[in-house]
């Protein structure tokens, strides 16, 4: 799912809008890239579906990071988030599925001393292969 996520992610007209570039779009990378806005995408536990099979169930939590200043381009961002991510769902690639795709909040508007940036977290739940 990951691969298909991230395509989607930097390829959608309406997040390159809003200055979201590829070399932004990072999966815990250490270093803090110069671009911004920057998101980070952190897959989290992967478990087996109850009824077997190459099926599984992830979280993915990503991270929005923007100049400190105001939210508004981070909320752009999660609000297009919402409605991309789960239009997703039964798309796939070589090796992966996405059966579903479900958002499940936004966190609090956070300032990231290490990155110098504000950020805000978006979660979602997705099932596939």
Same mark, same amino acid.
Do not use: E
């Given at each position: 799912m990951r691969a298909v996520i991230r395509t989607a992610i930097i390829t959608d007209a309406t997040l390159?809008?809003?200055d979201v570039i590829p070399e932004g779009v990072l999966s815990g990378d250490i270093d803090t890239p110069e671009a911004r806005p920057f998101l980070n995408l952190k897959w989290g536990d992967t478990t087996p579906a109850s009824f077997g099979g190459v099926a599984?169930?992830? *979280? #993915?939590a990503i991270w929005v990071h923007d100049t400190p200043? @105001?939210?508004t381009r981070i909320d752009a961002i #999660?609000? /297009? #988030? /919402?409605?991309l991510l789960p239009s997703l769902v039964g798309l796939q690639d070589l090796t @992966?599925?996405?059966s579903q &795709?479900?958002? *499940?909040g936004d966190g609090v508007d956070l300032k990231d @001393?290490?990155? /110098? *940036? &504000?950020?805000?977290i978006s979660n979602y739940t997705l099932n596939g292969s």
């Open positions: 390159l809008a809003l599984k169930r992830t *979280t #993915l200043n @105001d939210y #999660l609000a /297009r #988030l /919402r409605v @992966d599925y996405v &795709i479900t958002w *499940t @001393d290490g990155h /110098r *940036t &504000i950020t805000r």
